[in-house]
């Protein structure tokens, strides 16, 4: 290629990069971070490791503290602090039974940006967080509590899709952006659920997002402590392998979480029927039932995660899983995604410059 030529493709790359950080800016200026990408929480996978690695990528990384006592996640944090010197997140449950404590242990340790996930925050978590100094996010999956949560103190928000692994909404990424970003501009919005290209972040930041979160593609990162098992079912799955769990009996409920189907998969429906069959024959309460049906999963994750059960255990991943090709580190997933949306305002901004074809 002549000088000329390169000369003019690198002034179009750095045009194009300086896009990209102008289209998620208030995302980057909200984290701290170099680019608007958070890593999701998921348990067992997003601990001091991969939240390090990616907060040290340029990206945002958010501890999942799940089922953690206080303790615990201050010896996490402390942990991660070892490991990066950038900015991270928390990721609590709103249900909890010792959330209050888990505030406090976040905010005494220094953590800026609390997300509390799986539901309303009650009015005195919120409360703890902000006179605590520290951000708070929130999870809106819909355009009323988005509302109803900016209200409440939210200073950011995340709209999750069905996409995602794990817990569960029944809309997709592609509809909440649509009923979503268009009408919230108080805080802001980062898009979450099926993400697994730079291609598709850029679309969400030009329709109004602060930038993405992304979990199935970090849990298979090379820092991801996950067993090289459950790496390996992520590499070999397709989207269509990523299912939400199934209901048998609309009397007992059971929350949807997007899984790798396998033989656990299978064997909970057939388990869901037996503890009908015991209600209905009257050997189990309908409350013992839905226990019954609850506990199934109990430590099926940890399974999966740690120990490499991904025949029986819980191989929760997003429809992203078909993009996950390889072990790759964190750094070279966040740097690929960038390129991959820096490609198409680079081939934009070329195609704008060379003006019409004549005669068309």
Not at 17 to 38: D, M
Not at 296 to 321: F, H, K, T
Not at 324 to 349: F, G, K, M, N
């Amino acid at each position: 290629m002549p000088a000329d030529l390169k000369a003019r493709e690198r002034a179009l790359e750095e045009a194009a990069r300086r896009r990209l950080g102008e289209l998620w800016a208030r995302g980057t200026a909200f984290l701290g971070s170099e680019v608007a990408i958070l890593g999701g929480a998921m348990s067992w996978v997003s601990e001091r490791h991969l939240v390090a690695a990616i907060s040290n990528a340029g990206g945002f990384g958010v501890i999942a503290c799940g089922s953690m006592g206080p303790e615990a996640l201050a010896a996490e944090i402390e942990g991660t602090k070892a490991l990066t010197s950038r900015p991270f997140g928390v990721n609590l449950i709103t249900m909890h039974p010792e959330l209050d404590a888990l505030i406090a242990v976040s905010l005494a340790a220094g953590v800026r940006h609390i997300v509390l996930a799986g539901g309303i925050p009650p009015a005195g978590a919120i409360r703890a967080v902000k006179e605590g100094g520290a951000k708070l996010i929130c999870f809106a999956p819909a355009l009323p509590l988005a509302r109803r949560l900016i209200r409440l103190g939210a200073d950011a928000l995340i709209i999750e899709g069905s996409e995602a692994g794990g817990h569960i909404g029944p809309v997709s990424l592609t509809v909440l952006a649509q009923e979503i970003l268009p009408h919230v501009r108080e805080v802001p919005v980062f898009v979450a659920g099926g993400l697994g290209r730079g291609e598709a972040i850029l679309a969400y930041l030009e329709m109004g997002a602060a930038g993405a979160q992304l979990g199935t593609r970090f849990a298979a990162a090379a820092e991801s402590i996950a067993h090289p098992r459950f790496k390996e079912a992520f590499i070999r799955a397709q989207a269509r392998d990523a299912v939400p769990s199934v209901q048998l009996d609309e009397r007992f409920p059971v929350i949807p979480v997007r899984s790798l189907a396998n033989e656990g998969t299978k064997r909970f429906l057939a388990h869901q029927a037996e503890v009908r069959d015991k209600y209905l024959r009257g050997e189990l309460s309908r409350e013992e039932a839905q226990l019954a049906i609850e506990h199934y999963w109990a430590g099926a994750l940890r399974r999966a995660v740690i120990e490499g059960d991904v025949e029986y255990g819980s191989v929760m991943a997003g429809q992203s899983v078909g993009m996950v090709t390889a072990v790759q580190p964190v750094a070279e997933i966040i740097a690929e995604l960038v390129e991959q949306a820096v490609a198409i305002l680079t081939q934009r901004l070329r195609e704008a410059s060379e003006g019409p074809i004549s005669g068309w």
